[in-house]
C-alpha cells in the first residue's frame, strides 16, 4: 500500500478545514493529499475511511466539522473491531453521499428502529 503524496506537518495554530473524499486512484494507491492539507482522496479498496482520517492526521491538523470530526474521535477510541469498524462504515457513507446530517440521521433512524424491535421482543416474551 502506498500513501501518495506525503502530507508534510503544518504549524498552525488553527486547524486546517478539510474536504476529504472517496476516489479511484491506482490499485496500489490508499491516498493523495494536498500539502496543505486542506483535500484528500482515498481509495476506498485499499484504506477506510477511518483509517484515511488518522493518516491525515499525523501530517497535519484539520478539522471536517464538529460531527464528523466526533466520529473519527470515537473511532480513534474505540476499544473493540467492531467499533472502530462501525465508525469507519459510517465515515466512508459521509463520504459516499457528501451529507454528514443526513448520514447521521439515517443511521439514528436504523438505531431507533432496532429498539423498537428489541423493546418488542421482549415485551412478547
Not at 24 to 36: F, Q, R
Not at 71 to 77: A, D, V
Not at 86 to 93: N, S, W
Request: one cysteine or more.
Amino acid at each position: 500500500m502506498k500513501l501518495g503524496t506525503i502530507v508534510p506537518e503544518i504549524a498552525t495554530a488553527r486547524p486546517v478545514r478539510a474536504r476529504i473524499e472517496q476516489a479511484e486512484l491506482g490499485e496500489d494507491v490508499a491516498l493523495i493529499a494536498s500539502k496543505a492539507g486542506d483535500r484528500m482522496a482515498y481509495n476506498p479498496r485499499v484504506i477506510d475511511a477511518l483509517d484515511a482520517r488518522l493518516a491525515l492526521n499525523v501530517g497535519c491538523a484539520y478539522t471536517e466539522g464538529e460531527l464528523v470530526d466526533g466520529l473519527r474521535e470515537l473511532g480513534r477510541n474505540a476499544t473493540h473491531e467492531t467499533g472502530r469498524r462501525l465508525y469507519a462504515l459510517i465515515l466512508g457513507e459521509i463520504d459516499r453521499t457528501g451529507d454528514a446530517p443526513g448520514t447521521m440521521r439515517q443511521v439514528l433512524d436504523v438505531v431507533q428502529q432496532v429498539l423498537a424491535e428489541q423493546l418488542a421482543d421482549e415485551a412478547g416474551k
